[in-house]
């Protein structure tokens, strides 16, 4: 079992900046691939940004590159998702994952954390 806790979220007016924090608990994290996920108000959760477990690739979903950076701490057993130059449409609930590389891609295992509201304002 992995555990996972996020914080950092809040309120930003647009073109702000955030930085969210998952700190993992349970078995090895540096086993992990690590990701995040959002979820907006009455759509599905989509896939936002993932990192290897060396940190040596990382992933994101198109309309938040160049702006999203995904980082992991081993030793801290903690993963970052630093948010610049946000967006309204970036406002949703954001939730880190604990998973494994796939075919160039990442693919989530069950393990959640509750999630961190980010609310980005116009």
């Known amino acids: 079992q992995v555990q996972l806790v996020e914080s950092g979220g809040g309120l930003v007016q647009a073109g702000g900046s955030l930085r969210l924090s998952c700190a993992a608990s349970?078995?090895?994290?540096?086993?992990?691939?690590m990701g995040w996920f959002r979820q907006a108000p009455g759509k599905e959760r989509e896939f936002v940004a993932a990192i290897t477990w060396s940190g040596g690739n990382t992933y994101y979903l198109d309309s938040v590159k160049g702006r999203f950076t995904i980082s992991r701490d081993n030793a801290k057993n903690t993963v970052y998702l630093q948010m610049n130059s946000l967006k309204p449409e970036d406002t949703a609930v954001y939730y880190c994952?604990?998973?494994?590389?796939?075919?160039?891609?990442?693919?989530?295992?069950?393990?959640w954390g509750q999630g961190t509201q980010v609310t980005v304002s116009s």
């Open positions: 349970g078995r090895t994290f540096s086993n992990y691939a």
């Open positions: 994952n604990a998973g494994h590389p796939v075919s160039g891609s990442y693919a989530p295992y069950n393990y």
